[in-house]
Structures are given as structure tokens and as C-alpha cells.
């Protein structure tokens, strides 16, 4: 019985199907590969059956608590924990495998502290030109936050200090300069505005807050400047040396981790995968 043109060309394929993958089988490469004849659909059966075929999910959490906990209940051989901590963000992943046993990476824990309210309220003003009745709002609003110093180094009450940002007045204030000398003499004249009893006024701000959930109260030093360039003054709070406080936030929260995990077989490393 002779055979047509196209059971002939699917018989050639088939054969050489077969040589491909006996020669694929002999060779050790890095990723397992297989010859399919073209149109062949793969179907996955994991959806029909009774179990996953692996652990799959993604926690994500604010809190650096059941970060911790989750992060312990499901440690194993091969987890890894990634901090960044100029974002304030960890991540765990706990199907990392090994070297010599990789595994898919499905499984994995994130955490991303975040700022509080108090802390969003101090960089919110940090470095901003206020009007004395919003300067004097603040710190009305935060007073259980706030110690006030003025220029002399003597605390205020914060109503005494709402009460002086909110009564700041300006005046413009001439001199007069005169020079002799054995060969003429000269005078000039020149004018300045400053703030009214300065030695009043609030001079620094300690503004004490969490700054983020999870981390240990910290101090802020903010300095009050009064300007004078407009028809009306304006109050200027600048938190003082702010990167450098950073910069330790940034270590607490890598050592509160570090610290978490120091019984656990979890490693940390300070980066991203």
C-alpha cells in the first residue's frame, strides 16, 4: 500500500523529532529542553488538580512585627531576606533555593514601613514659608510633640510661643555712619527692617515623634527664622542636619531586623533582588 505525501512528511518528522530529543538527552544543559512538532499545545493540569505543585504567594505588610512572624513561620533552607533601608523596604524570599538546587522564587514576604502622621507633619513644613497664624497653628496642633526654646536658651510654654509667632511685628530701623580722618570725612546712611523683641520670639523647636511605625521615638531639632523680605513677616522651620537623622533611621531599621532573625537560619543582606 503506497502512503500519500503528507503521511510520508509526518512519518520524517516524527523520526527526526525522536533523534533530536535522544540527542538533547545526552547533553547536560542548563535548562531542560525538549522538540515538539509544530502545532502541539501544552496544557497545564495543575488548575484540575487536588494540590498546587508548589507554595505560591505574596504577603505584604506595613508592620515590622508580622513581617517578623510571618517571615519565621515559613523560614527554610535557602531563604533570604533583602533590606533596603533607604526606603524603609524589606523583602523575603523564601523559595530561593540553593546554588546547587534553585527554586522558582513564588513565595515571598515584602515589608514597607510607613511615615506616621506626626513625622508627615514636620517635613510637610520642614523648609516652607509659613504665615505667622499657620506657624502658630502648628504648633498648637502638635503641642504634645513640641518643646520650645527661645534666642536667650529659656524654654516657652507653646501657647507663649503661638502667642509670639502670631504678634511678630517689623520695624525699619536708620543709621547713620560717620568717618574723619586728617584728609576729609565721609557719612553714609543706610536703612534695615527686623523683627520686633526677638529675644521673644521661639528661637529652635524640639519636635519629638516616631517617625516611622515600627521605629523608636526620635528628637528633631527645627530652627525658627523670622522673614522680613515681604510686607508681611514669615516664619521659616528648618529641621536641622535631617539627612544625618536619616541616615540613622535607616540603620535602626536594618539592625531591628537583623536583631529579628539573628536565632533563624534567614540571612540578611542590605540591597534588592
Not at 523529532?17 to 499545545?41: D, M
Request: with cysteine; net charge negative; aromatic share 8%.
Amino acid at each position: 500500500m503506497s502512503m500519500t505525501k503528507e503521511a510520508i512528511q509526518h512519518l520524517e518528522k516524527t523520526v527526526l523529532l525522536a533523534g533530536v530529543n535522544a540527542s538533547l538527552a545526552e547533553v547536560k544543559a542548563q535548562s531542560p529542553l525538549i522538540a515538539l512538532p509544530e502545532g502541539v499545545k501544552l496544557s497545564d493540569l495543575e488548575g484540575h488538580m487536588e494540590h498546587r505543585t508548589s507554595y505560591r504567594f505574596n504577603f505584604q505588610t506595613k508592620s515590622i512585627k508580622d513581617f517578623g512572624e510571618y517571615c519565621k513561620e515559613f523560614d527554610k533552607e535557602g531563604a533570604k531576606c533583602f533590606v533596603n533601608s533607604d526606603r524603609m523596604y524589606a523583602e523575603t524570599i523564601f523559595d530561593l533555593g540553593t546554588e546547587d538546587k534553585p527554586l522558582h522564587q513564588r513565595h515571598n514576604s515584602k515589608l514597607q514601613l510607613d511615615k506616621t502622621a506626626a513625622f508627615k507633619a514636620i517635613l510637610c513644613v520642614n523648609g516652607d514659608h509659613m504665615s505667622q497664624k499657620a506657624a502658630a497653628n502648628f504648633v498648637e496642633d502638635w503641642a504634645d510633640n513640641i518643646k520650645v526654646v527661645n534666642s536667650d536658651g529659656e524654654p516657652m510654654t507653646n501657647s507663649q510661643a503661638a502667642k509670639q509667632l502670631r504678634e511678630i511685628t517689623i520695624e525699619q530701623v536708620s543709621n547713620r555712619d560717620s568717618k574723619v580722618s586728617d584728609f576729609g570725612e565721609s557719612m553714609s546712611e543706610f536703612e534695615k527692617i527686623e523683627a520686633k523683641n526677638q529675644d521673644k520670639i521661639p528661637a529652635t523647636i524640639d519636635f519629638t515623634c516616631q517617625p516611622y511605625h515600627g521605629l523608636a521615638n526620635r528628637a528633631f531639632t527645627v530652627r525658627v527664622s523670622i522673614l522680613t523680605g515681604g510686607q508681611k513677616p514669615e516664619i521659616c522651620f528648618r529641621i536641622i542636619k535631617l539627612e544625618a537623622q536619616e541616615e540613622d533611621m535607616a540603620e535602626e531599621f536594618k539592625e531591628i531586623l537583623v536583631e529579628m532573625f539573628k536565632d533563624s537560619e534567614l540571612k540578611t543582606f542590605i540591597g534588592e533582588s
